[in-house]
């Protein structure tokens, strides 16, 4: 009978061959069938309680997982602009504070791009908001075609900033000239919904000594 026991999580007392003879003796042979099934059933309870602990470990952790994807989905969607994609103004802060940061370290280099789309008024309102979605997000993917290698924020309702390091920075010169082209372009377009025509006014401005925070570089690339 001692042979047949296969203890096991899943089973039964009786499937898992828990030892189950006739014996009443209140001898040494009883005390040691009682001791023996005692040691089985007890076996069988621990399997079940590792298994059910191993389970609710299981499940801890995929909660644990499924909240810290939660809160990364929040953390992306409370600094992501609901339409474009892009950064919103509060990500732009954050920017502009490792910015400010990095500036207090050390010497870097960077440019600020500001782009302030034209006529989003005048497609709200005589086309639809609907529309001046579309015109938006079209404007959008233009600065970020342009700057595919910078952050790029809506900082407001028709502007839109890139913060230009890298090679972005290397090249910023050729890029925002590419970048006034391209808006020129699509502007003189014949035959076009008036919310394809897409116009942006593009100013830049270089970090320089003399700037102390990242808002110097911003308000003068706003002037531009």
Known sequence: AMKE??????????EAGVIDIDIKNNDEIGEIYNGIRDMQIHIIDYLRNMFALQEDKKKAEDDLRHKDEQIDMLSIESSTAALTGVGNKTAYIKKMDELNRKMRESDIYFAIVMVDINRLKHINDDYGHRSGDVYTKGCCHMVCETFKHSPVFRVGGDEFVA???????????ALVSQLKSDFKKTY????????????AAVG?????????????????????
């Open 163 to 173: 913060v230009l390091m890298g090679t972005d920075y290397e090249n910023r010169m």
């Open 188 to 199: 003189e377009q014949e035959g076009v919904s008036p919310w394809l025509r897409y116009s």
């Open 204 to 224: 830049m401005a270089e970090n320089a000594s003399v700037d102390s925070t990242a808002e110097f570089v911003f308000r003068r690339a706003d002037e531009e």
């Open 5 to 14: 026991f296969t203890p096991s999580e899943t089973l039964s007392y009786e």
